[in-house]
Each structure stands twice: as structure tokens, then as C-alpha cells.
């Protein structure tokens, strides 16, 4: 009976982590709405519009949590305080590069090599929880991440350049979740609140000297809440949620959704130049998740019959 009950209390933490990249996958188009702006001013305002939206919502409607969360660090012993202080600021760092990098290559490297990232970024998360985090791993999980690691060097024969700019995007991003799965006993959406206002300190400074022209168009701003609410925030925080219930193996291994997505509106709606051999790789992807996930399919096959 307890063991039923915690496989219900998993789901909703694998809806979370499904949820983050399936959001994450549509975060090209409006990026692309605005890809006449610097990749650097488009991250910038993006950072600094989500941290006004995140701590007006806390201050109004989050006084108390946030309370506690600050009485719960002070009775933290020191070197506890000092572990959750150097862990938000190197979460902090690595999410930036990852936005940073994203955000350059969908507007000046390809959104193919954005996609690419996301496919090599669930094998850098495994690789570094298993090492680091000392997370198992079942024979069925890891044969589906040889059938990944297969499609990722299928598309990786291309473009060297997208390769780079791939992995760099995606060690970012992996050792951001696990930096978040070392983290715990707070709040996620403060931590995540804490992290937008580390990012700023390195952002702010730049908008003051900034060379740009302040943007006055209507759609940039427009755009800029969008993406700071809908694919910074909401996603962000999923990701951290899902988190505190499921490894960060399978968090990782759910980020394929993000570039089956990105791949398929590349394909489409971007119409961009796609070889054959990218429709093998991608369906290839695709057979990872579902064995990666065989479980956790049939587990929630059971609970719908």
C-alpha cells in the first residue's frame, strides 16, 4: 500500500519533468520573432523581466513561505549555509551560459544545433548522476542510452560547429540539474527566484553600459514577458519540482523532448534543409525515451485500466 502510494506521488513529479521540455520545445518561435535584437539583449531583458514577474508574485502572495524558508537557512549550521550559498551560485552560472549559448545558436548557428544540445545533454546528465550522484541505473535504461548516444553520433557526422556549440549548451544545462538535485530542503520556486537575481548581477551592469539602443518596439516587449512567464519561469520551475521526487537521470533523459519538438519545427514550421538520415536519428530518439521509460508506461497503463 505505501509502495502504490509512492508511485502516485512520482507522477506527478515525471508530469513535471515531461511538462519543463515539452514548454522548451516552442521556445524557438518566439525567439524568432526578435532575431533582428543581439542574442545578449534578448537574454538580458529576458532575465530581468522574469526576476520582476517571479518576486512581485512572491511578495504578494508568498510573504509567509518565503519567511520561513530564511528562519529555515539561519538555523542551518554554517557549513550547511556556506554548501547552499556556493551551490545557488554555481546553479546560477551554469543556467545563464546555458540561456546565453541557446539563444546565440537558434538566432546565429542553426536551431538544429540548439536541438542537438538537448539530445546530447540527457547522456552528459546520466553520465555525470552516475558518477557524482552515485544514481543506478536498470540494463534496460542504459541500453536505451546506447540507442540515444547512437542517434546523437548519426547527427553529430555534420556540422562541427554545431556540434561545439551542442555540447557546450548541454553541459550547461546538465550540470544545472545536477547542481538542483544536490539542493534540496527549500522552497524551489525561491531558490529559483535567488538564481534570476544572481543572474541580473552579472546582467544589470551590462544593460547600463550597453551599447544597444533601449528597444522600443511593442512586439519585443511582448515577446520578452512571454518568454520570461511561459518559458522561463513555468519551465524552470517544473524542472526544479520534479526534481525532489525522480532522479535526475530520468529528468535528463525527459529533456528529448525538447529537441524532438525543436527538430520537427525545424522541419516544418521553419522549413529548414533536414538530410534523411536526421528523420532516422530523431525516430531513433524516440525508441530511447519509450525504453528509457518502459516503467513508468506501464505503471501508468495500470492505473488507466
Known sequence: MVNNKAKQGRGKYFFAAF???????FMSIPIRWIRDYPAEDILYFRIVTALLVLWLYLLLFRRKAMARDIQKFKDCSKSDQVRQVGLTLLASLLIFGNWFTYIYAVNHVSIQSAALAYLTCPLITAAAAYFILKEELRPLQKAALLVAFGSVCLLANGSLRDVL?????ATCYAFYLIAQRISTGFDKLHQLA??????????????????????????????????????????????????????????????????????????????????????????????????FNWNNIKQMEKKSS
Not at 211 to 219: G, R
Open 19 to 25: 511538462f519543463a521540455p515539452f514548454i522548451w520545445g
Open 165 to 169: 556549440w551542442a555540447i557546450t549548451i
Open 194 to 291: 535567488i538564481q534570476l537575481a544572481i543572474c541580473a548581477c552579472f546582467v544589470i551592469p551590462r544593460l547600463l553600459y550597453n551599447h544597444h539602443d533601449i528597444p522600443t518596439q511593442p512586439l519585443f516587449w511582448v515577446t520578452i514577458l512571454f518568454i520570461a512567464i511561459v518559458f522561463t519561469i513555468i519551465p524552470l520551475f517544473l524542472s526544479m519540482y520534479a526534481l525532489i521526487g525522480i532522479s535526475s537521470t530520468t529528468t535528463g533523459v525527459l529533456l528529448y523532448i525538447n529537441p524532438l519538438i525543436a527538430f520537427s519545427l525545424a522541419a516544418t514550421y521553419f522549413q529548414e534543409a533536414v538530410s534523411p538520415i536526421k528523420y532516422v536519428a530523431y525516430s531513433i530518439i524516440l525508441i530511447a525515451i519509450i525504453i
